[in-house]
């Protein structure tokens, strides 16, 4: 089996800036309260953008960094739940905004917040079986559009954004070893398809998915050095989905990861779902603090439910 490393990342969100303030006059919250209990004071949503300039912006700045051109690209995966359109898939519109080649699987995925490690294992795979060596995937979320106006529980939660990476698979590098899993349960987190009649909003029990993901959290990171055969000191970066500062806190104390070695950034972009773990990795790498030679624990959860972990490493294309 070979392995994929990370080649490059780049990343894309609206340029309209919603503040706690912003919010405090639409719903009845304060800037005390989101601050407090979720760690989020800004957030970006669409206004021209669209899913698809999203996609295109992360991931054309992902290949630039890379020094990939669209040509050599062998699959693409966008995982979102919430693409422009069904059809074409937002894989599709990304293939024909940059000009990717018409013979290679270009497809979504839905896995909620937890997407882009869905698509980093799925990607793994088809690399394994195919002759060509980059892939592209994107985490792209546009949640502003599904908001709940009348849920002040969840409103204030979700900003819009795209995460792209450029992946290379090589012999004799380790698997991304990605732990994965699902819990079928539609009471927890839900976004209404076309065939149940309603109109497609987010609805959440916000205390329960809390609480199951404190639970998933370690669960996976406990899966993935299991697995992996390492130890929490042989990683160099811990990321987490950005879902609530609180859960990200809980985790890093658990396991004493010390403030140098996480990140956060929910305070600027939200809940970004599909986007959120990519767009940390992507100013993780513009900042220096991961890159080649280092190795990274990352861990999402999300609807479905769904959660996932896995390690990662990037290459220069040397190492
Ligand atoms: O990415 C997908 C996975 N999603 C998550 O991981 C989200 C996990 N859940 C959470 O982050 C938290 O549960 C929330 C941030 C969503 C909510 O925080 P909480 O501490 O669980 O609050 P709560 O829902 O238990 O509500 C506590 C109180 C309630 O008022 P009463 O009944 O105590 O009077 C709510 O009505 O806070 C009230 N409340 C608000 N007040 C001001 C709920 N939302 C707001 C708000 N502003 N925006």
């Given at each position: 089996?070979k392995?994929i490393?990370?080649r490059?990342?780049?990343r ?9 303030g912003?919010?405090?006059e ?6 005390e309260?989101i ?9 970006h ?5 669209t899913?698809t300039?999203?996609c295109a912006?992360?991931?054309?700045a992902a ?7 669209p040509?050599?690209?062998g699959?693409c995966i966008v ?7 069904l059809v074409?898939?937002a ?6 905004e940059?000009g ?5 699987p ?21 690399l ?5 060596k980059?892939g ?8 502003s559009r ?7 529980g969840t ?6 954004g ?7 698979c ?12 699902c ?17 497609s909003l987010i609805s959440?029990e916000?205390?329960r ?11 996976c ?11 929490l ?7 987490f989905h950005q879902?609530?500062a609180?859960i990200?806190?809980?985790?890093a ?10 990140y ?7 809940n970004t779902?599909a986007?959120s773990?990519p ?7 513009d900042m220096?603090?991961?890159g080649?030679g280092?190795?990274?624990?990352v861990?999402?959860f999300?609807?479905g ?6 390690v990662?490493?990037?290459t220069?294309?040397?190492?």
């Open positions: 089996m392995g490393k990370i490059g990342m780049g894309c969100v609206p340029e309209r800036v919603v503040t706690n912003d919010m405090a639409r719903v009845d919250t304060s800037d309260w601050t407090s209990r979720t760690g989020i004071r800004r957030r949503h669409c206004t021209g953008e899913h300039s999203l912006g992360a991931a054309r290949l630039e960094r890379s020094g990939v051109s040509e050599e690209i699959a995982a979102t739940v919430t693409a422009d359109n074409p898939s894989a599709c519109a990304l293939q024909r940059l990717l080649p018409g013979d290679i270009c497809f979504d995925l839905s896995a909620a917040c937890t997407g882009f490690l869905f698509a980093l294992h799925t990607m793994e795979c088809l394994n079986a195919s002759p060509r980059f592209l995937v994107v985490g792209a979320d546009t949640l599904v908001t709940n106006w009348d849920d002040r409103c204030i939660l979700f900003g819009d795209a995460g792209a990476a450029v992946v290379e090589r012999e004799g590098w380790p698997s991304i070893g990605a732990e994965l899993g819990h079928g349960d539609e009471r927890l987190l839900r976004l209404p398809g076309v065939e149940s009649g309603e109109r959440m916000g205390t998915v809390f609480k199951f993901a404190v639970e998933a959290v370690p669960w990171m406990d899966r993935v050095l299991e697995r992996s055969g390492y130890t000191e042989d990683v160099d970066f811990f990321v879902a609530n609180r990200i806190d809980l985790a104390r658990k396991y004493r990861i010390p403030p140098e070695k996480y956060k950034n929910i305070a600027e972009y939200g779902s986007a773990i767009l940390v990795l992507s100013e993780l790498e220096g603090r991961v080649p280092s190795r990274t624990l861990v999402g999300g609807g439910l769904t959660w996932g972990g896995c990662i490493e990037f220069d294309g040397r190492v």
